[in-house]
């Protein structure tokens, strides 16, 4: 081998050590970097391998930031900590703010974020909460409060436990935003805002306890939750003292005294909008007059399941399932106001409908493509007039009884009217019994004030909505279009 030749194989060995050293170097930074990340917010002890650039806490390694420290950065305006990569940030045990401004404290992790305690010293303002996470947040047991300000946090999954976040302030109530990809669960009173509201988002949603509670000394708090898939309301779960509740996701349960709106100067609306199951069971949902709305496959009304009764007047109540609806045992009581259903199926028992209200009872619309059976006092009105439609058959099993206490029932079906419990207008005299078709009057109705009529037969097909309208004209029109082309 020549001069030349041994010359390039030194440079050729010397190249290779050179990018060995390299690819060592890199393997060693990124050895390092995989745990210099996590920052730990402490109580006693000097802060660690970090410093505050343009406000925020950037670690250079593994890394412990002082109560002290932090508390001095807030004291110059709003602040940040950031993991600076993949890391955890953990704040333990309880930071307490000192600061007498109204600050923002940002934190930032490409991992986890766990918050033991947040609180406020005497004295100190309102300090608002920003969560940026990749992956979990966990407010623990008396987690957060800080006195007015806003908490709103983002990541995969959260668990908000015992009075894990508590907004509210004497001066204030802050609201509570909560935008997750995965699970969502709160327990035990673990949101409570003064009176801010509260607006969450994710795959699932579970909450215990009195897991959510908005109300507050001059109103309450709207609570909206936006989910894809299950949503679990057990216990009391969401007091909103008066302000509004609405829902949505695949399938619904809610027990217990699950949602109450209610509050002494009225109640607030709720809106359930599911694509499956929705289940309420034992008074699960409260309005205190404000009115309910449902939709989803399939309904099912359980003990005394919606109570929209109020001090001044009874909230509506309508119910739009493309499946059956099941109502047993008292499970809509709505205080004056008016109840309607439709759907495919419906069952009632049990006095499972109550629109009696004070100064009158509310009206009552059954509408229903299938079959309607009604059982063991099923309906009750206290005045209001009652209309029960179907595609398919009526049965009015024994003691399936409706009273409307004075006002008109109206009962038409398609196929088939059977009638062995009791159906009453009384009180009352003057009421016109119309019969029309083979309705099987097995018990003679108790006509009163108000009109009783059974109807067999003459149901249309309902009406096409202006869209369903466009949409035949245009199918129409095209059936002409390839008929003159076939021509």
């Not at 390694?61 to 932090?70: C, E, K, P, Q, V």
């Not at 990809?181 to 795959?203: H, K, L």
């Not at 759907?343 to 629109?355: A, L, P, R, Y």
């Not at 004070?358 to 009604?374: A, E, P, R, W």
Request: net charge negative; proline share 1%; aromatic share 4%.
């Amino acid at each position: 081998m020549g001069v030349n030749g041994t010359r390039g194989m030194k440079d050729l060995s010397s190249r290779a050590i050179q990018i060995s050293w390299v690819v060592l170097a890199c393997v060693v930074l990124a050895a390092g970097s995989a745990e210099a990340f996590d920052v730990t917010v402490v109580a006693g002890g000097s802060s660690t391998n970090g410093s505050f650039v343009s406000g925020v806490w950037t670690p250079t390694g593994i890394s412990n930031l002082t109560f002290a420290d932090l508390n001095t950065q807030l004291g110059l305006g709003d602040a940040g900590i950031t993991t600076n990569g993949a890391g955890t940030l953990t704040i333990q045990p309880t930071f307490t703010y000192s600061s007498a401004s109204n600050r923002q404290l940002t934190l930032t992790a490409s991992g986890d974020v766990s918050i033991s305690g947040i609180a406020l010293g005497g004295g100190a303002g309102k300090l608002s909460i920003v969560v940026n996470a990749s992956g979990t947040v966990t407010v623990a047991s008396s987690g957060v409060a800080i006195g007015g300000g806003s908490f709103t946090a983002s990541g995969t999954t959260a668990t908000i436990q015992g009075i894990g976040l508590n907004t509210a302030g004497s001066s204030g109530a802050g609201n509570v935003q909560l935008v997750f990809s995965g699970v969502v669960t709160i327990t035990n009173g673990g949101v409570v805002t003064g009176g801010g509201s509260v607006t969450a988002s994710g795959s699932d949603l579970s909450i215990l306890g009195n897991g959510v509670n908005t109300g507050g000394s001059s109103g309450g708090g709207s609570v909206q939750l936006s989910f894809s898939g299950t949503v679990g309301i057990t216990s009391g779960g969401v007091v909103t003292g008066g302000g509004s509740f609405s829902a949505s996701g695949s399938d619904l349960t809610i027990q217990g005294i699950g949602v109450n709106t209610s509050s002494a100067s009225g109640g607030g609306n709720v809106h359930l909008g599911f694509s499956g199951v929705v289940l309420i069971d034992n008074g699960g949902v409260t309005t205190g007059g404000g009115s309910f709305t449902a939709s989803g496959a399939s309904g099912t009304i359980q003990g005394t399941g919606v109570n929209t009764s109020g001090s001044s007047g009874g909230g509506n109540v309508q119910l739009g399932f493309s499946g059956p609806v099941v109502i047993t045992n008292a499970g809509v009581v709505t205080g004056g106001g008016s109840f309607t259903s439709r759907g495919s199926t419906f069952s009632v028992d049990q006095t499972g409908v109550n629109t009696t209200g004070g100064s009158g009872g509310g009206d009552l619309l059954l509408d229903h493509m299938g079959d309607v059976t009604i059982a063991q006092g099923g309906l009750t009105t206290g005045g209001g007039n009652i209309r029960i439609l179907s595609r398919g058959t009526i049965v009015f099993v024994v003691l399936g009884n409706v009273a409307s206490g004075g006002g008109s029932i109206y009962v038409q079906a398609e196929t088939a009217i059977t009638v062995d419990g009791h159906v009453s207008s009384l009180p009352g005299s003057g009421g016109v019994l119309t019969v029309v078709g083979p309705v099987a009057l097995n018990t003679a109705p108790n006509v009163g004030a108000g009109d009783i009529s059974f109807i067999i037969g003459g149901l249309a097909v309902p009406a096409l909505t202006a869209w369903g309208l466009l949409a035949l004209v245009a199918l129409i029109g095209l059936a002409a279009l390839l008929c003159l082309r076939g021509a």
